[in-house]
């Protein structure tokens, strides 16, 4: 494994359509079309660029529609596959949390990764909407509703504008703010999906071939023999990346581990406070259970927690609701930010979860999402419940 391409859509719509050369919708044509999957999960534009909804497609025409990235949204897969369509074959594009989440979940045993085709996806971050809205009104000072496509990239998050014309500004400017991509974005340190059978993007495709085909990284014999028979029936077409392109797509994602380590170190070394002083923090919750139910890897088909805390005393005890189930993720959380996103009382959810996770990280060398293994701790009350 390991192998490199650049690849294209072979169908030039797709690739006029695609972010940089449609292979990834290329490739769920190809799986769609020939039955290998039942459908395809991912992400639509709805009203605007910062409205991407999800939708599961079984005929393959509709795929166009579903062509190109979308920054701001930062949705999870995790546990809608777990959820509704355990029983399906699917693909599905992954950025590096999702397959971090699938892999957790496959551990234990909510997703059989025989039916699931995952396209990665590398990943430099994600944008909320309401905070892109916000910060393209005045930071770029313009109508954010006049954007008609985003990207980041060279460490700079560009906007296009109806009128054909682009700005860009340093994310590292925009984060300085408090603007910029979501808190754990900036924290996350797996930029390219390599535990789903291919991960493809734009760094690394230079000169004449940038923006027309997508470097993909092949991780498994699934991926090996879907880039091949994709390529022999027609769907696509590849070719040797650049030496040079190699290159740059390390360097790339050097520096954005480097980016993601200082991330870590601001966020939760140095701003955030020290553990025991958690209560003032959990002293907020209002014991809705976002956070729980939107974490995709917080699974236990009966939670434990509501015969751990007093009905109707709000907020619950802190150790008997978020410590048991910090007790429970301490191992696996995959910082996908989920948590943090759906608190209504904005407890900086994720990242206490995820400063855990990193202490249990140093100690143990287990990496969620990451590693083969099983996490330590599999044994305790919530270890592979099914
Ligand atoms: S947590 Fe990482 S993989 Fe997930 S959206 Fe943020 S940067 Fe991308
Ligand atoms: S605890 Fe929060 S950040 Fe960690 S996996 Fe669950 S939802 Fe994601
Ligand atoms: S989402 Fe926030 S308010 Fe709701 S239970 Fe979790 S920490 Fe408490």
Known sequence: MGDMYYVQASDPEIVSKGECGGAVTALFKYLLDNK??????????????????????????????????????????????????????????????????????????????????????????????QTALEMIKLFYEV???????????????????????????????????????RENCQRCDVKIPRKADVAC?????????????????????????????????????????????IEIRDKVEQTMIKMSESGKKAQLETDYPDLSEWDEYFNRCIKCYGCRDACPVCFCVECAIPNFTTKGQIPPEPLMFHGVRMAHMAYSCVNCGQCSDVCPMEIPVAKIFHKVQERTRKESGYQAGVDDTMPPLMDSPCGGQQ
Request: proline residues 5%; hydrophobic residues 35%; charged residues 30%.
């Open 143 to 181: 109508d954010p509703f006049d954007v008609v496509k985003e990207e980041i990239d060279k460490g700079k998050f560009i906007i296009e504008l109806k009128d054909g014309t682009h700005k860009g500004i340093k994310m590292h400017d925009l984060e300085h703010d408090g603007y910029g991509r």
């Open 36 to 129: 290998i999957v039942d459908g395809i999960l991912t992400l639509k534009k709805g009203q605007d660029v910062y409205d991407a909804i999800p939708t599961y497609i079984t005929n393959s025409e509709d795929l166009l529609e579903t062509a190109g990235s979308l920054h701001c949204a930062p949705t999870m897969w995790g546990g809608i596959i777990k959820e509704h369509l355990k029983d399906q074959k699917i693909a599905v594009p992954v950025k590096p949390c999702d397959m971090k989440a699938i892999v957790e979940l496959a551990k234990r045993a909510q997703i059989d990764l025989d039916n699931v085709y995952m396209i990665g996806l590398n990943c430099g971050g994600t944008v909320p909407p």
């Open 201 to 245: 993007g734009n760094w690394g495709v230079i000169g004449e071939d940038a923006g027309k085909w997508t470097f993909v990284e092949v991780n498994t014999e699934k991926g090996q023999n879907l880039i091949k028979d994709a390529e022999k029936s027609g769907y696509i077409k590849t070719k040797a990346p650049n030496p040079k392109g």
